[in-house]
């Protein structure tokens, strides 16, 4: 048994069905607060699947967690919930100071009171593998060399500093505590069951909705682009072969400016689902607002997971992206559901 946390929402609900795509995998107690990423349909598949169990609550929640931590007797635990989106931070930082460091900071007190119960294979076995983010390194210029997990901390948004502050609660237990942590920080992901607040859904959606797809500043930011099945398969990885108390960067060596990537999307739109007026999808590009503080450009070295552990991704940045768009245009029940209620509202506040 692993206790998952955010296995609701995109990345995590994406490691849920990749991991009990295996036959013989252990089976997954999945905790995460349904805020307004969470959502269970992404898990609807499983509903009968005795392998998984949901539980609706809060990692801050001290009682519960120790609760589950008895009755379950978890092998490892893998920490994917948060608070993540940017934007949302700016507007409202305080339910990411919440989650992301007390929340993170609860469920590392709970785990090692837990893990320090344990005897024998059971407690050198354990795991506690915190799902982090490349932001917490800060920005790049254009010249600069990737981000490797020597770079330090320079954290530029109220998300990637409280991410930044979870991973050092982190580091600081397998210092003081030697409590048994890998930490994985992770580029832009992107792929099936991504919440359109992000821009790869977003513009996916709004194109084929006949709304502007927005641009943020001049459109030459630039991120770094993993398919999300890859970066499942690297944190399975590290669960079972990170070395303990190191950090992994996890990257698809797939940099492309945020124009470049809407540009893409457009042209295999136009491809699978032209519009009916015979015009290119790249006619409701909008350039609008930057976003305050806007990190320029993100990218990862990855080559210490491959070098000690053999994991490379899978996709490209083509072929991800294509599957991904095809992804949208196959699940419009999926769609339909998340674009409803609090999203709506988000849209709101963000582009009016
Ligand atoms: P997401 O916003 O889609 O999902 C987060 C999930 O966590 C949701 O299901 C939400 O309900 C749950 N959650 C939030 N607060 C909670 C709480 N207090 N207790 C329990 N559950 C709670 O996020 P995501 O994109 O899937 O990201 C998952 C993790 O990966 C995050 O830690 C994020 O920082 C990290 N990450 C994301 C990316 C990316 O590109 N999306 C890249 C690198 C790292
Ligand atoms: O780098 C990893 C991070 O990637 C994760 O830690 C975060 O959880 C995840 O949200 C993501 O952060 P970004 O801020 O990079 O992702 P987002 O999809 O919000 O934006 C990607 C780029 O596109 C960024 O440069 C901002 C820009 N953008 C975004 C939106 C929503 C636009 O130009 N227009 C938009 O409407």
């Known amino acids: 048994m692993i206790l998952i946390t955010g296995g609701a929402g995109f990345i995590g609900g994406n490691f849920v069905l990749d991991w009990l795509a295996n036959p013989s995998a252990e089976g997954i107690i999945n905790l995460d607060k349904l805020t307004y990423a969470g959502n269970l349909a992404t898990l609807e598949c499983l509903k009968n699947d005795s392998r998984h169990q949901f539980i609706h609550g809060d990692i801050g929640d001290q009682g519960l967690v120790k609760q589950l931590l008895a009755e379950h007797k978890p092998r490892a635990i893998v ?43 059971a407690k050198e076995q354990f795991r506690f593998h915190h799902v982090s983010t490349d932001e917490v390194y800060g920005s790049l210029s254009a010249s600069d060399p990737a981000f490797t997990e020597k770079n330090s901390y320079e954290p530029n948004s109220p998300y990637s500093a409280s991410k930044a502050a979870s991973d050092h609660l982190v580091r600081a237990w397998f210092h003081t505590y030697g409590f048994p942590v890998v ?20 513009v996916i959606l709004n194109a084929l909705d006949g709304k502007p797809l927005p641009i943020y500043g001049d459109g030459q930011q630039v991120r770094d682009w993993l398919y999300v099945g890859d970066h499942c398969s690297a944190i399975r990885e590290v669960l079972a072969r990170g070395s303990l108390g190191e950090t992994y960067n996890i990257g698809g060596w797939n940099e492309k400016a945020n124009l470049d990537v809407v540009k893409t999307i457009c042209s295999i739109l136009d491809q699978l689902r032209p519009r009916a007026d015979g015009k290119s999808y790249a006619a409701q590009i909008t350039f609008v607002k930057d976003r ?25 940045f083509e072929t991800g992206i294509r599957k991904t768009v095809q992804w949208y245009l196959d699940n419009p029940q999926w769609v339909e559901g998340v674009v409803s209620g609090s999203y709506r509202d988000w849209l709101q506040k963000q582009y009016h």
């Open 183 to 202: 930490t994985t920080n992770c580029s832009n992901n992107y792929g099936p069951y991504h919440f359109p607040e992000k821009l790869i859904p977003l």
């Open 292 to 316: 305050p503080g806007h990190d320029r450009r993100y990218a990862i070295d990855a080559s210490k997971i491959e070098r000690e552990l053999g994991w490379k991704p899978a996709e490209t």
């Open 79 to 121: 920490n994917f919930a948060a608070e993540s989106h940017v934007d949302r931070s700016i507007h409202g930082p305080a339910d990411f100071v919440q989650t992301n460091i007390v929340g993170t900071f609860n469920l590392l007190e709970c785990a090692r009171e837990y893990w320090n119960a344990l005897e024998g294979q």
